[in-house]
């Protein structure tokens, strides 16, 4: 299920190198304009897990068809609590969420998957004691009678799974039960990935090998929302990325912009971005 190391940095380097310079957004009046018609639009989100106790902050955020956006930033900033916004986890107080120009804020996951929506949470992300076949089928309720045409694009996507589909998932390493939930979001054939921290706890070869996977399921034409820590491979491989501090956008901009600006490095990214 791996790549060469040097191959998998090349090709991160490729992309990074390939991408110029969106000017970065410093208002809402620019949100707007630049919001208009993506896919995935967020508006002033107030949201959070208990009453009172907001995490996100007139939170603001868009996803064009076919992009991939990173999101970074501090720990507690909100990063995770906006994903889960926007795939109906967490209660929005105030604010709206779209997709493709219709209102679906606080809709329930089954209603979004339906829509086109698929969610990988960071942590308890497969069902351990079922095949990865059986992990597949669960991510294909909805419409079981695909799955042999799903189970054929997940398997070019990551071959391995094909040969050890009979293999229990509670066996498998962390990076490989990475690709196994990565995979059952993709059943469903979204048109919205969201991928909450895939990169967390595993060995740098396997990190690399989750953003090489992400990349190439964005090729495939799939909008990729990414919540990551790992802030120079995700600015590496994403089109736009945000800041997010006490729940706001702090900055945005293309990822080589927020890669390189100073500001972000000094205040967000220190040693991490030259590393």
Excluded: W
Excluded at 9 to 16: G, H, K, P, S, Y
Excluded at 39 to 53: F, I, K, N, R, S
Excluded at 141 to 163: I, N, T
């Amino acid at each position: 299920m791996t790549m060469d190391p040097h191959e998998r940095e090349r090709e991160l380097d490729l992309d990074a190198a390939a991408r110029t310079g969106a000017r970065v957004i410093s208002d809402r009046s620019e949100h707007s304009a630049e919001a208009a018609g993506a896919l995935v639009v967020a508006d002033e989100l107030v949201a959070g897990y208990l009453p009172g106790v907001t995490i996100l902050n007139s939170c603001d955020f868009y996803a064009k068809r076919g992009e991939l956006v990173g999101i970074i930033g501090p720990n507690g900033a909100g990063k995770s609590t906006l994903l889960k916004a926007l795939f109906g986890l967490v209660k929005v107080t105030t604010g709206t969420v779209t997709l493709a120009g219709e209102d679906i804020t606080g809709l329930k996951a089954n209603k979004l998957v339906h829509k086109g929506i698929g969610f990988v949470p960071q942590t308890n992300n497969v069902f351990p004691s079922l095949t990865i076949e059986e992990n597949l089928q669960m991510g294909l309720y909805q419409a079981p009678k695909r799955f042999a045409e799903r189970f054929e694009f997940v398997a070019g996507l990551f071959p391995a799974l094909a040969d050890r589909r009979k293999q229990r998932a509670g066996s498998l390493s962390g990076g490989e039960r990475q690709m196994v939930a990565m995979s059952r979001a993709l059943m469903m054939e979204p048109s919205v990935l969201l991928l909450d921290e895939p990169s967390a706890g595993l060995s740098p070869v396997m990190q690399d090998e989750v953003f090489i996977r992400t990349k190439q399921i964005n090729r495939t034409g799939v909008t990729v929302i990414m919540v990551e820590q790992n802030a120079r491979r995700c600015l590496q491989i994403c089109d736009r990325g945000y800041v997010l501090d006490q729940g706001r956008n702090a900055y945005t901009g293309t990822g080589s912009e927020l890669a390189n600006d100073p500001k972000v490095i000094e205040l967000y990214l220190g040693t991490l971005a030259k590393a």
